[in-house]
């Protein structure tokens, strides 16, 4: 429903508008040395993946109000990705949860992302629920259990949804892991890390050769004394003892407070170990809220050091980039349009900040400039750059209005309609 | 199915050992010229509520991992509390929450609450999740929403559970709101609060006059920017433009990290407001784990407060107690017997700090020997004292242990069958 | 040093971009229907009070790197603050610190000040150190120590402080106290409250009755567990039993992790007692950092709360503005320059906010609409304007760059010689 | 001054109560199948060292209140130190401070600190503050300095430090950087990191193959953007990289908001990499509060993993203890009596743990039973006993009573006269 044709008309609407600021920012840009047409191509390559689960509103243990013409299956939620890449060029690959969006046969359900012009990203792992006739309960965890046959059995799992990953094109597994303690005592630290890190080397040894494993940490919640993959030091440290492939992800909300989550980037970029992205936003906890939408500025700080180790060689490749937000005030695919404009145009501003100059500040100190270096790039308003950037990929220059324009959701809201849907909750 | 003899026969088996540790800690307590008679008084006349919905097995927004035998309506839950009831002396009163536990008919269960030695605490409005058949959503807030319908129908149903409540012999409403915003701009942040001071005032107005309003604040969640009461500022604030009956109550979880919340409880003493508490414990965020199983140096400080308060005057009265806490883990009865045992020690603990050595060291700025009369009454050994304030009230000497040995929970699994039983969030 | 014909020279330099800035901007606000010359205007005309402290080289407890040419005596503060005020257009007034900064001759400092075009704003006092000759120590405490004579001896001395302030000219008095307590049992939490209360009623009581007062909270440092003037909450309690003229200074330092500072802010304008702030920035604690350079969007939704309120006259006038920050690392001089720059386009980028289509959104739940028109204005390019509005006060495009073509740090370097200057700690 | 008659005298005074106290901790010890004996003699052997700096009154940026009778010199503080041997049979050993604590003729010191009965601990060396006749400046770091001639003045430094070290008999080196930045841009993330594990090899490389070398890891202050090892995961990664006696100390008040810090020893258990600890206390940041005296509980955990890794051979010996206190508000003396005894106390808590027990409820997921195996312990009174093991010790049963008795502050107060003494800062 959203064609060339409703985002040209809508292109059309801002199109003077944005002659005119990209015609400045060309200007500004080459004032400053830059390359605004490479500029452009490298926002342009920027892709991040959308997760099966943000297309439904989300909702917090106090409840959940859903919105209108919510997808009622995977192939309703390819569908919802399918209009966030045409409008913004970028969130080509989907990322899927196992078991909450499993499909009966992978291999058509790929045949149907294909023609849409989605493929698969990470697949998810999911041993912090239990499922309908599943035989052992994950009440008190599942790679810590101290009962073998539940290990084996969250294990078996994880292979199954490797399984599922390999007929639909994925090549990593994510694990994010409820694992933990609500009260001291309840477990033994130090063997239920040990029981992590064996069950982690049991799925690695099963994972295909061309296949990356990422670790994902968080501090709290579900478990609330004491989480065994609680930071990056933890996760680290199990990357490395489970193989060459396993590296960390990043989830932008899973940090104590006042956590510098930019220099935790850098740490693992030295390790060699950073694997991949969730990006979000948080004040208090793991609020997953829009990406950027309460620190913009540390969103910014963190591609500055991405972009400053591509441009060193610190990092041979871009990491794996994902959404994981829950959307529970929001239409889930305007706030992921919007998440994917606020994620090119941090990425644009890392690209802007002037590296020679910086490097020249740090070097001799001048702390002022230093910091003036970067606010120069953090302060332009790369708008029209990253509208440039859809434009050359066929999308929107304003992707919430083109969306609303097309009535995307009210034609949907029609067609859906039936039982009731009941997403899952945002990870 | 808790007698009088299953405690006896319990009590049997800790009495030796209990004789042996009440003589000493009698010797001890005479010492220091303290009268462990009137502190075993003191501790038996401690009365704490226990809420509707810790009966059941809690949850997150990850997943419930559901008990056996769990209470499948109120009639059930009131059960389940007169067992806590017999085996602490404590807890002979229920807060109810509205619409969760509402009785078709609260006269009838005002009566079988009565047969089983149960009242009616505070009564619980919840404006914060959609229930089936509302005329409008609070997707957006209740008493804050822009819309003046949505505002007079949250008004309507705390007007409702004030009628539940009257009818049930409760005397109090504790209004708690999610409302707030999830993003910068969502709301204007002083039109918001001025709402919900409007609809405050409404639901006062229409309260009995023997009733007390309770304003309970949370810092975040399910608002993840801004939350209207988030703080015991904006509490005070909002209690004190609502009328002399509205105070503040405090959940020891709702607090930013590293707040000293036994000073903001000598604040809302001073200011003449403080109303009741919610009685939890947190390591992050809203935890909800049970009383002191995480800071319990912190839970001694405030009832230390409390004492000393109610022993200068400052608090003409016990402010309303009441347990909140979500049973993730733990078997949802067994939990609340530890969480009244701990609470009776805590409670002993600040009934023997000699608070003339106290005054004596703070007047003459004896830092060190200030610090260590706390600690001398904090690490007292007051267990077989709390044992001693419940046997007076005929209840155990080891409550989970009498417990355990009832089979109260395998005989009640077997009775409760049919429909699963799904519990309602905690607060 | 600074002379029109430095600042002329230093703004051709940055003439022509500076024009083709403007000119763009210009246009993007007409485009949405904003008046930039109203703009320029209200930033031209905000003012901001630089502290006599912060004109040295700050540190922490564990040392202190000093830099060349410090000031070594008021006079010389006074010398640098005109060197901001010219070539910012802003910080026309100095805030003292008694005894920090104390004349000799208030009145012929007052004429000196005025040569420079200097004035003074509020005075600060300090009973949180021991003062050569002062007859009772502050180790535990001034307004809040159990010993009366130590009470009135912290009460002379802010009396004291009101004398030379309004021998200079000043019209109000800002109170920021230690007094608190390092551990449990130190101090009695209620009666220090009142103790500190009643000692600012005798302030308030001897105050000009053209004074305010402005009472400065603190969550912790240089007490470590309770602190009593710790919050807004406190803050607000004192102002009010403390007079009319007494209001809450917000510095924007003083918050516990995580909490929502524009909220606090809001919350004091609708209690009618925002008096002030003070600005700085802070990752972890009172880190006293130049203001936005950690949190600039925090800084902008702040701005936001307070053009909001005087639009709508919820504030009848600008509270008052003050840097308080810690020059570590950076040429005090040139951290000013570079605070007053961002504090202007922080205002410039509240006043640019369309506050009529930010009302219809939230009126209208359009939580997306809403927070999009905060960041259309939060990522609009406002260095061009900030600079007008200093061009149009006489001062530099780039005041950094202004200052650092003038050699004033040089010749000063030169001059100010003679006994190392020690320069007291930051607030 | 302090005599075992002196000892003698105040034991007597407490002696009744005492052997009262004992005689039912050892009934209820071997209730709970423990043997006394056996821990008494495990506490007596717990050995704490005491830091050089922690003997005159530490102070804040905002002051310092000097006591009576401070030190004046290394020997006068070894003196004190010999105090709180005395008096507790621990703190037989001495961490100095170099260049604060530098003797003139190490040989010496070492012959009078053997006549005190004082041996040397880890030296600590100072690479955050510029000391009198140093070339060049660590205003912007040490070891992370841009310029080599920086980072090598820094390492001859710590080489110097292990050669005063050498000559008293210390047989390992601590380090802490205040290495970071306060702003963003300021340093570059991973260079930075990079050039602080070059040095620190450098410094192993010349490290006395006997000795080891602690890295210790701070958070922030006195740099409050990035810090180069500010955490126990970077600490880490520069233990592994530096070489086999590298590892991390854990100091308790270095810790982010929220941080489960035994989780992070039993990490660093795990890792092989666990040094030592700096004991202290903090409710907000690193406030050098006295160990124990704001989070009792987690002190209990912590010494809970360790006697558990102890007692299964996961660590071969103890790590290095150090206290490590800002004595602002105490007597220093005092306080070290103090944080000794409760250290002694925490201990003998973790040593009473049912281990046995306590895996049989982990193994089955008895969580009630499980934390209140832990609770058990920690809610013994065990101050009896750890007065058993200082009476084997030849120490006292109340050793701040003693001190009191003994006039001992009093009689040095009338001999240290002189020239006024100023301690350094705590770390």
């Given at each position: 429903m959203?064609?060339?044709?409703?985002?040209?008309?809508?292109n059309r609407?801002?199109?003077?508008?944005?002659?005119?600021?990209?015609a400045h920012?060309?200007?500004?840009?080459?004032?400053?040395?830059?390359?605004p047409d490479?500029?452009?191509?490298?926002?342009?390559?920027?892709?991040?993946?959308?997760?099966?689960w943000?297309?439904g509103?989300?909702?917090?243990?106090?409840?959940?109000?859903?919105?209108?013409?919510e997808?009622?299956?995977?192939?309703?939620?390819?569908?919802?990705?399918s209009v966030?890449r045409?409008?913004t060029?970028?969130?080509?690959?989907?990322?899927?949860?196992?078991?909450?969006?499993?499909?009966?046969?992978?291999?058509d359900?790929?045949?149907?992302?294909?023609?849409?012009?989605?493929?698969?990203?990470?697949?998810?792992?999911?041993?912090?629920?239990?499922?309908?006739?599943?035989?052992?309960?994950?009440?008190?965890?599942?790679f810590?259990h101290?009962?073998?046959?539940?290990?084996?059995q969250?294990?078996?799992h994880?292979l199954?949804?490797?399984?599922?990953?390999?007929?639909?094109g994925?090549?990593?597994?994510?694990i994010?892991l409820?694992?933990?303690?609500?009260?001291p005592?309840?477990?033994?630290?130090r063997?239920?890390?040990?029981?992590?890190?064996?069950?982690?080397?049991d799925?690695?040894?099963?994972?295909?050769?061309?296949?990356?494993?990422?670790?994902e940490?968080?501090?709290?919640?579900?478990a609330?004394?004491a989480?065994?993959?609680?930071?990056?030091?933890?996760?680290?440290?199990?990357?490395?003892?489970?193989?060459?492939r396993?590296?960390?992800?990043?989830?932008?909300?899973?940090?104590?407070?006042?956590?510098?989550?930019?220099q935790?980037?850098?740490?693992?970029?030295?390790?060699?170990?950073?694997?991949?992205?969730?990006f979000?936003?948080?004040?208090?906890g793991?609020?997953?809220?829009?990406?950027?939408?309460i620190?913009?500025?540390?969103l910014?700080?963190?591609?500055?050091?991405?972009?400053?180790?591509?441009?060193?060689?610190?990092?041979?490749?871009?990491?794996?980039?994902?959404?994981?937000?829950?959307h529970n005030?929001?239409?889930?695919?305007?706030?992921?349009?919007?998440?994917?404009?606020?994620?090119?145009?941090?990425w644009?501003?890392?690209?802007?900040?002037?590296?020679?100059?910086?490097?020249?500040?740090?070097?001799?100190?001048?702390?002022l400039?230093?910091?003036?270096?970067?606010?120069?790039?953090?302060?332009?308003?790369?708008?029209?750059?990253?509208a440039?950037?859809?434009?050359?990929l066929?999308?929107?220059i304003?992707?919430?209005?083109?969306?609303?324009?097309s009535?995307?959701?009210?034609?949907?809201?029609?067609a859906?309609?039936g039982?009731?849907?009941?997403p899952p909750?945002?990870?």
């Amino acid at each position: 429903m959203i064609t060339p044709d409703t985002i040209d008309a809508s292109n059309r609407a801002f199109d003077e508008a944005w002659r005119s600021d990209y015609a400045h920012l060309d200007e500004q840009l080459r004032r400053r040395g830059l390359d605004p047409d490479a500029v452009v191509e490298q926002v342009a390559a920027f892709e991040v993946a959308a997760p099966s689960w943000a297309l439904g509103t989300g909702g917090t243990r106090f409840g959940r109000f859903p919105g209108r013409g919510e997808p009622r299956d995977i192939f309703e939620k390819m569908q919802d990705v399918s209009v966030v890449r045409r409008l913004t060029g970028s969130a080509s690959r989907i990322s899927l949860h196992i078991p909450w969006d499993e499909p009966d046969d992978p291999r058509d359900l790929r045949e149907q992302a294909a023609a849409l012009g989605v493929a698969f990203d990470a697949v998810n792992s999911n041993t912090f629920q239990d499922q309908a006739g599943q035989t052992s309960s994950y009440k008190f965890g599942s790679f810590q259990h101290t009962d073998p046959s539940v290990r084996k059995q969250a294990v078996a799992h994880n292979l199954h949804a490797i399984d599922v990953g390999a007929a639909l094109g994925s090549k990593a597994l994510t694990i994010w892991l409820g694992d933990g303690a609500n009260y001291p005592g309840q477990t033994h630290l130090r063997k239920a890390y040990e029981r992590v890190r064996d069950c982690l080397a049991d799925v690695y040894e099963a994972m295909p050769s061309d296949w990356n494993l990422f670790i994902e940490h968080k501090p709290f919640e579900p478990a609330f004394y004491a989480t065994v993959v609680s930071d990056w030091g933890s996760s680290l440290m199990l990357a490395r003892e489970t193989g060459e492939r396993a590296s960390c992800l990043v989830d932008l909300g899973h940090h104590l407070p006042n956590v510098n989550v930019e220099q935790v980037v850098a740490r693992l970029i030295t390790a060699g170990r950073l694997g991949g992205f969730h990006f979000n936003d948080a004040k208090y906890g793991d609020d997953d809220l829009t990406a950027g939408s309460i620190k913009p500025y540390q969103l910014f700080l963190i591609f500055n050091e991405l972009a400053d180790a591509l441009a060193d060689g610190a990092l041979p490749a871009s990491p794996s980039y994902m959404i994981d937000q829950s959307h529970n005030v929001k239409d889930p695919i305007e706030a992921l349009l919007q998440t994917v404009d606020r994620l090119q145009k941090s990425w644009a501003r890392a690209l802007i900040v002037r590296r020679d100059a910086l490097a020249h500040y740090q070097e001799t100190n001048d702390v002022l400039m230093a910091e003036e270096t970067l606010r120069e790039a953090y302060e332009t308003d790369v708008g029209a750059l990253a509208a440039a950037a859809r434009k050359r990929l066929g999308g929107a220059i304003d992707p919430v209005a083109a969306f609303r324009a097309s009535r995307y959701r009210e034609q949907v809201s029609e067609a859906r309609t039936g039982a009731a849907y009941v997403p899952p909750q945002s990870l």
